[in-house]
């Protein structure tokens, strides 16, 4: 593959309660989630980063982050309460994004995909990223492994001698440590 093409690496964050959805008698589902913000990445298969950004976005059906949220991600309720609704943030991605040539756009599982398709079917809008290929990088980084059934994003890093940096669970965070790794990645 060319070592020079551009591959976008989205992580967003998502609304999240530890137990039941606020008003709900059950657990969290991708449709119950909402995108809180969306960490992306333009690197280079040798994980050479080409311009990141990080686009909050303001809840619109449960706008109140629960606490377990706002600890795990480290988002705030005035980050969001600031920040535009999704179907403002679609355009500003795309803007931001139409001066690069893509190759495909991945993450680390398949739960990132899932949850902007929920968005889709919600809002009946998406990044127009969100139309090329996926790449669940996190497979193709497992692939030839020995002991890799543990592939969280920390324990991949840690098996090549990296440590984590920035705060795990915050989009751009992560997006910009799933760029290390894509240079130790069948792709």
Known sequence: MNS?????????????WDGNVEGLDRKQTVDDMEIIEFGCVIAQLDGAVVDSRSF???PQVHPKLSDFCTQLTSITQ?????????????????QWLENYELAAWG?????????IGAEFRRHEIAPEFFSLSHINIKQQWRQDKVNSRS????????????SFEGTHHRGIDDALNIARLLRFTEL
Do not use: F
């Open 4 to 16: 020079n093409r551009l591959y976008l690496i989205v992580d967003p964050e998502a609304t999240c």
């Open 56 to 58: 909050m976005v303001r």
């Open 78 to 94: 005035r980050d969001v309460d600031s920040a535009p609704i999704y179907q403002d943030v679609v355009p500003k991605i795309n």
């Open 107 to 115: 993450s680390w599982g398949n739960y990132d995909k899932n949850q």
């Open 151 to 162: 592939a969280g994003l920390a324990n991949a890093l840690r098996y090549h001698g990296l």
